[in-house]
């Protein structure tokens, strides 16, 4: 992964989330907007998929015009809502595959500004990249140069019994139940 990346409502690190920054300061994560949660839910309702809980995590990702993302699937959640994820600037190549391989099949479609993809049902768990984006693409009334992603998932996660962060020294990656 070489975009650039910053959380609210939970922090994600590699196979897992936590409220505080672990690789950083400690410092708590930012809050999750009730507008952009609302936004997720009303996209996954107009796609066609109930849910019942509130989107609570959002994953924002910069990609200048060398960024890429390797074929993954957004399975640290404990939740099997749908995913949500919102384009704005440059056009990328989004590549869909399937939920048993990152290899082929799988399908490239260019996801432009304002484009707002959800995947969620069978499709829920596909893997998925960024293979390139598309320099110099995006709306010149946007003032952006690159491409910030917007992926809203729901974490299925609760702070029960998880262990206090420690005193000194970065938090400790509590476990979290479902």
């Not at 409220?19 to 839910?41: F, N, S």
């Not at 309702?45 to 809980?53: C, I, K, N, P, Y």
């Not at 869909?96 to 069978?122: A, C, I, Q």
Request: aromatic share 8%; hydrophobic share 35%.
């Amino acid at each position: 992964m070489t975009a650039r990346q910053f959380c609210l409502g939970w922090h994600w690190y590699p196979y897992g989330y936590a409220r505080t920054v672990v690789d950083g300061d400690g410092a708590p994560v930012k809050a999750m907007p009730p507008w952009l949660a609302a936004l997720g839910a009303a996209a996954a309702e107009a796609a066609g998929h109930a849910v019942e809980d509130t989107y609570d995590i959002a994953l924002v990702n910069f990609y200048d015009a060398d960024a890429r993302m390797g074929m993954h699937r957004d399975s640290d959640e404990k939740s099997s809502a749908p995913v949500v994820s919102l384009s704005l600037g440059d056009t990328c190549v989004f590549r869909f595959g399937n939920t048993r391989t990152r290899t082929k099949p799988y399908t490239d479609v260019e996801l432009r500004s304002g484009d707002l993809l959800v995947f969620g049902g069978p499709s829920r768990l596909a893997y998925h990249g960024v293979p390139r984006v598309l320099p110099g693409t995006a709306p010149p009334e946007l003032g952006l140069t690159g491409r910030l992603n917007v992926t809203l998932r729901v974490s299925g996660l609760t702070e029960e019994g998880g262990p206090p962060a420690p005193a000194d020294g970065p938090p400790s990656r509590a476990p979290l139940k479902p």
